[in-house]
């Protein structure tokens, strides 16, 4: 299932076709270094209708009127590159998949939302985003509204959207749609919410009180979003990070994580291994019908990790529990092959969920021509491996959405982040060109 082709891009296509250059085509519609990387704060650094069958349409009148159909003139090669050259990125992928950008920022105050520039660009090129920071629960939770709830007898935590709103109204009013990050992470995730009184050094609560404040959590965000900005999140980063083969609790099949190098896993410490599967269970409940539901992790390509996120989510598919799977890209220059990309991706094919690539980055060491050069190729050759794979092009995987995890280079003091496609001064990098320019060439 694909997002429906907007008619301006078809008509491109039928001028290309004239001159010769396409075939006809099916119309669709929608919707680290081999050690551990995953995301961080900043500086470093989200419902599909069924798929529908093309309409045509006739410009010849009726012959027994005695008029003459007229054929459109051709276009010349010259003004049919002209027409490609206009499209924006998501527009030239549009037959595909959604391809997404982060919305970088740690505060409200520093985010890319404030920078006209990037939003512009961002809707120019992309119709999917991710808040990189600010829908995590460390921005969402509110520890003295929770205590004042505490006191007046309701154990329910308070819940604060000053972080997420000016975003969610930004994407209603310019047709964005949005990747939800994330629901239940160990990560970003404030201490005291798994502690007796809410309090910073209170014992940890038990498990019934810990799934109490799960659920309403859950229910708070998802009733907020859906009602507020319908239609605008389309789908949930549910459970984000949770398989670790370091620390994997031996128990489990999915290697369930128990910690974070010397840090807890306290939703682990808390409930238990099934912490994963009363997430989702929450989440389905209380999502809406057309919201798609996800498991999202990191090194999804190493061999060992890519067989228990399998298990994990063959156990969660068995009870309609989820719908995809977000393959994180903290992808290096030489790591991973694109072979170990590519076997991950069948096998998680194999269940049958949508495969969304979601933190795409691919990150040089030095920012010289040469490097950057490095960079593109890289890009290139990661976007024609997921073309070739997606089920659109006759491949195995379902692939949904890419997305790239920001925009624009060091896009403000402190950003040193440089695995985007656009450089500080808003200008196409070599990672830019070659994406686009593998998109293209499936027209020509």
């Known amino acids: 299932m694909k997002r429906q082709r907007v008619l301006w891009v078809m008509a491109a296509l039928v001028l290309l076709a004239g001159c010769g250059k396409v075939e006809n085509q099916e119309g669709a519609s929608v919707p680290e270094p081999p050690a551990v990387v995953t995301e961080s704060s900043e500086p470093v650094a989200s419902a599909e209708p069924a798929k529908e069958e093309p309409g045509t349409e006739s410009s010849a009148e009726d012959p027994a009127e005695g008029s003459t159909a007229v054929a459109a003139p051709e276009e010349s090669p010259a003004e049919a590159e002209n027409d490609l050259a206009a499209l924006g990125l998501k527009d030239l992928c549009a037959d595909s998949f959604l391809l997404g950008v982060g919305i970088n920022g740690s505060t409200p105050e520093n985010q890319c939302l404030n920078i ?11 119709n999917s985003c991710t808040l990189t920071n600010l829908m995590k629960s460390a921005y969402i939770l509110d520890q003295a509204g929770s205590k004042k709830n505490l006191a007046a007898g309701d154990p329910e935590p308070a819940l604060t959207f000053d972080a997420i709103d000016p975003t969610l109204s930004w994407c209603a009013e310019n047709g964005m749609k949005m990747r939800g990050h994330t629901l239940v992470w160990h990560t970003q995730a404030p201490g005291w919410f798994f502690r007796e009184g809410y309090e910073e050094s209170g014992s940890y609560v038990d498990r019934e009180t810990m799934l109490l404040r799960m659920e309403s959590y859950i229910r708070q965000l998802l009733t907020h979003v859906q009602e507020e900005y319908p239609g605008v999140i389309y789908c949930w980063d549910v459970v984000n990070e949770a398989v670790d083969i370091d620390s994997a609790d031996p128990e489990t099949d999915f290697k369930c994580r128990t910690r974070n190098g010397e840090d807890p896993n306290p939703w682990y ?73 590519e076997r991950a991706i069948r096998r998680f094919s194999g269940l049958g969920l949508q495969i969304h690539i979601t933190e795409l980055s691919v990150s040089v060491d030095e920012e010289t021509d040469a490097e950057l050069a490095k960079q593109g190729e890289k890009y290139a050759d990661i976007f024609r491996l997921l073309y070739k794979l997606d089920t659109d092009q006759g491949g195995p995987a379902d692939i949904t959405c890419i997305t790239l995890f920001g925009l624009v280079d060091h896009y403000r003091e402190g950003d040193t982040t440089n695995a985007r496609i656009f450089d500080k001064n808003y200008e196409p990098k070599p990672a830019y060109t070659a994406i686009r320019e593998v998109m293209e060439a499936k027209y020509r």
């Open 116 to 126: 006209p520039e990037y939003m512009e660009m961002s809707k120019e090129h992309f």
């Open 269 to 341: 410490d808390t409930i238990g291994p099934d912490y994963v599967e009363m997430a989702f269970t929450y989440a389905r409940k209380y999502a809406d019908p057309e919201v798609l539901l996800f498991y999202n992790d990191f090194n999804t390509f190493q061999a060992p990790k890519t067989t228990a996120i399998i298990n994990l989510c063959k156990g969660l598919q068995e009870k309609g529990l989820i719908d995809g799977v977000g393959m994180q890209g903290y992808w290096g220059m030489t790591y991973p092959s694109l072979d170990e990309i």
